[in-house]
């Protein structure tokens, strides 16, 4: 993991704290800091960093570095040093600090995946401002005794990782996607034949398997790519998912199979897909339809035949037709389903991408 710390040239307590950090974190983090903006983003755009530590408010050149991290993929970390405090805003509030929390301060914190909070003070002033709800204490050791330099760094790391197990689906590069998608085709067909046959590489370092594992166990495909693994023939490293922690959105609801929502009593099994559309229809209303939602479909279609042409028409006198045209375009697309399986035409319009983005951003903070 690669992290780059930014910090204010004039504050001696910020900078011996960073230089504490730094050397006490351990070989599995590699530090770089640096004081001027300039630098800051010259360094973001020569090379990957993992994380943005911004340490401090109210400097101009926080806004172009945060906005170059986030141009190169690079998440954000913010330690205010109890600068977001009452009576600091309150120092030079009409001409400096208003001005900056109306042009960027505001958004650097929202945008921030955890702020880093060094005591109880500092938490209440942040949950009183309202600005993010992702904090963490990390006391600080140059001024407790409570917690030694090797302690503060190891909670920073873990802090780091934290971040770098959220919503990994966005750390994932498009030949990484390709092969998980295929993965979890193989575990819903339980037959390699139905991949095709340029198949993608499966080859994952360890920072690879770790993002592609939190991402399956989050949205609720381990089973599913773990079936898809032994399909593939496919090594998979011994690491426990559901032990790794993540930041979710504020509105996070893990999801619930159709199966659980609609049961399975059902005479036919045109009834059990108008159940199963009429309940999607009540997830995309609420913006909760998940990638699980269409592998459980995908899995239904490929197990069991319908009558399409009486299926299409209650479709059409229910008005989920067009809803369910859409999710076959999106099953296509995410799961690989192919059109034969497909109970109606796929639509692919612009809701139809909305769709998609809403479910490719589910875990996006």
Not at 209 to 227: G, I, N, S
Not at 233 to 241: G, K, Q, S
Request: proline residues 3%; contains cysteine; charged residues 30%.
């Amino acid at each position: 993991m690669r992290v780059l710390h930014f910090y204010p040239k004039d504050d001696a307590m910020v900078g011996k704290y960073v230089d504490t950090l730094c050397e006490s974190m351990g070989l599995e983090c590699v530090n770089e800091r640096t004081t001027d903006g300039d630098d800051a983003q010259q360094r973001l755009r020569d090379r990957h960093f993992d994380v943005l530590h911004v340490h401090g408010c109210w400097r101009n050149a926080t806004y172009g570095t945060v906005r170059q991290a986030f141009r190169e993929g690079t998440r954000l970390v913010l330690s205010p040093h109890g600068q977001l405090e009452p009576w600091v805003q309150q120092d030079n509030y009409w001409k400096e600090k208003l001005p900056k929390r109306l042009l960027y301060q505001k958004r650097i914190v929202s945008q921030a995946y955890v702020v880093v909070i060094q005591g109880k003070m500092e938490g209440e002033c942040m949950e009183k401002l309202g600005w993010n709800r992702r904090t963490a204490i990390v006391r600080n050791c140059l001024i407790t005794g409570s917690i030694t330099p090797k302690e503060m760094a190891h909670q920073l790391f873990m802090l780091y990782r934290k971040v770098m197990d959220s919503n990994t689906l966005a750390l994932m590069n498009e030949e990484c996607r390709e092969a998980v998608t295929c993965i979890v085709k193989a575990g819903i067909t339980g037959d390699v034949r139905w991949l095709p046959k340029d198949l993608p590489s499966f080859r994952f370092d360890e920072e690879t398997w770790r993002r592609v594992l939190c991402y399956a166990h989050q949205e609720q495909l381990t089973d599913m790519l773990m079936r898809g693994c032994r399909v593939l023939d496919i090594d998979v490293p011994d690491f426990d998912a559901s032990k790794a922690a993540c930041f979710l959105p504020d509105n996070y609801a893990a999801p619930e199979s159709i199966e659980h929502a609609i049961g399975i009593s059902f005479a036919t099994e045109n009834e059990r897909l108008m159940a199963t559309f009429r309940h999607l229809r009540k997830l995309v209303f609420n913006h909760r339809l998940t990638i699980s939602h269409l592998v459980e479909l995908d899995r239904e279609l490929r197990s069991h035949g319908c009558n399409e042409e009486l299926l299409a028409e209650d479709l059409g006198e229910s008005r989920l037709l067009k809803l369910a045209g859409r999710t076959m375009q999106l099953m296509g697309d995410m799961t690989g389903l192919e059109e034969g399986f497909m109970c109606v035409p796929p639509v692919d319009d612009r809701t139809t991408r909305q769709l998609r983005k809403r479910i490719e951003n589910h875990l996006k903070l």
